[in-house]
């Protein structure tokens, strides 16, 4: 949007644009994982606010932010119920009630504050597209300090006495050692390496929205950029495949669609077998990649499997364990949303996360057929589909905050 349009905006625009343009100073205080959330509650109290004043607001919000809200609801009573039945004491149940108003209750939030709100998305775009250039312009000094010998974490900013899941989530890196192969990845502002992908994948899906090529173009380079230094196999996969699957959703009710699936039905008969075989090549060359990765994260999946089905179906354990050495000592379930869930809030929590987010694909897929401003908003929940399989969505939702508002300017019913 043009800088002489700025006037123009509403205070909750003003308000992401200049959290937006701060990130990285956030990011250099150890802010990040306090602001996020502080947001998206500050941005519903303006929102439930504007909405008493003008009580039409409450018929902008569609029957699927309602489902989100229920089932962020939902997680937060499969939470204590979880607790409750492994008798763990009730000051933990405030401190998990705590975690989950700052993880996944944010869904919900963010989703339900723009549908209140007055967004456009092309504020939104354009304001992240540039973090996206401040990302790109401070990328060669990020590189600088590896080759120079700098120490990779810096500090651990002291605003972590606020508590949290880890100190990753409030130190200055200039980029870490990965230990399976000893060379340099980079976070940017995230907390590990492949959590920075996921953002850059999320933040690339807003250049639909972008009021100029220029700025969209910031967007996408900074991704592809994100991608290549953090080594993120699954952000490379999501930047290269997620365009293609987009465009066929997008077009799902053109008669060219349907002749292009019919033509391709018969070649895809005839070269099945070489077909399947070059796909499992390649999966067997993704895995092999990273092998100590895909083994701890596979191992991750069987514990958190196997101890959900044998000890705790309904609710789950409540709360996330440390895994064994096999693991590296890394928390159950971590790695993965939906085998986090079914571990830490069982049958029910997984169930709280999938409706919402099925049915939210579907009414985008429908929307989309006919209307061009909700494209971007079923790019970042396909990215949020894809990511679920790779990392916990409910320990970055601090972060992917800028698609969440996305999702929910889109789930707005017409009034």
Not at 88 to 96: H, N, V, W
Not at 155 to 180: H, K, L, M, R, T
Not at 230 to 254: D, E, M, Q, Y
Not at 285 to 309: G, H, M, P, T, Y
């Amino acid at each position: 949007m043009d800088q002489t349009a700025v006037h123009q905006w509403t205070p909750e625009e003003r308000l992401i644009s200049r959290v937006l343009s701060l990130t990285w100073v956030f990011y250099a205080l150890g802010a990040l994982y306090v602001v996020g959330p502080v947001l998206g509650w500050v941005l519903l109290i303006m929102g439930v606010l504007k909405a008493r004043r003008e009580p039409e607001r409450w018929r902008r919000v569609g029957w699927v932010v309602w489902l989100w809200v229920f089932g962020m609801l939902v997680m937060e009573v499969a939470l204590v119920a979880g607790h409750v039945d492994f008798g763990l004491p009730t000051a933990l149940i405030l401190k998990s009630s705590i975690g989950w108003a700052k993880g996944w209750a944010l869904l919900a939030v963010f989703i339900l504050a723009a549908s209140l709100l007055d967004i456009r998305r092309e504020v939104l775009a354009d304001s992240v597209a540039g973090l996206a250039k401040q990302t790109v312009l401070l990328l060669p000094i990020f590189v600088a300090a590896y080759y120079v010998g700098l120490p990779g974490r810096v500090y651990i900013s002291p605003i972590s006495v606020v508590g949290g899941p880890g100190p990753e989530y409030f130190a200055f890196n200039f980029f870490s050692i990965d230990p399976s192969n000893h060379q340099p990845r980079w976070h940017f502002f995230s907390p590990w390496a492949p959590a920075a992908g996921f953002i850059a994948c999320i933040h690339a899906a807003l250049a639909l929205d972008c009021s100029s090529r220029r700025r969209a173009i910031w967007l996408i380079a900074a991704a592809i950029l994100v991608a290549l230094f953090t080594k993120s196999r699954l952000a490379l996969v999501v930047l290269l495949v997620g365009p293609l699957i987009a465009v066929a959703c997008f077009n799902l009710l053109r008669p060219l669609t349907a002749f292009a699936l019919s033509a391709l039905a018969p070649t895809v008969a005839l070269l099945g077998p070489p077909v399947m075989e070059m796909v499992e090549d390649t999966f067997s060359a993704f895995r092999s990649a990273r092998a100590d990765s895909s083994r701890v994260r596979e191992a991750l999946a069987r514990i958190a499997l196997n101890r959900w089905q044998s000890e705790a179906p309904i609710f789950g354990h409540g709360v996330v364990e440390r895994g064994p050495h096999l693991v590296e000592y890394m928390p159950i379930g971590s790695h993965h949303t939906w085998y986090g869930l079914l571990f830490v809030k069982g049958a029910v929590g997984l169930a709280a996360l999938a409706v919402p987010l099925a049915f939210t694909v579907l009414l985008l897929l429908w929307r989309s057929q006919r209307d061009k401003t909700v494209r971007s908003a079923l790019m970042v929940i396909m990215v949020l589909i894809f990511y679920t399989f790779g990392e916990n969505l409910e320990i970055l939702s601090y972060l992917f905050w800028p698609g969440l508002i996305a999702v929910g300017t889109a789930l707005k019913r017409p009034i």
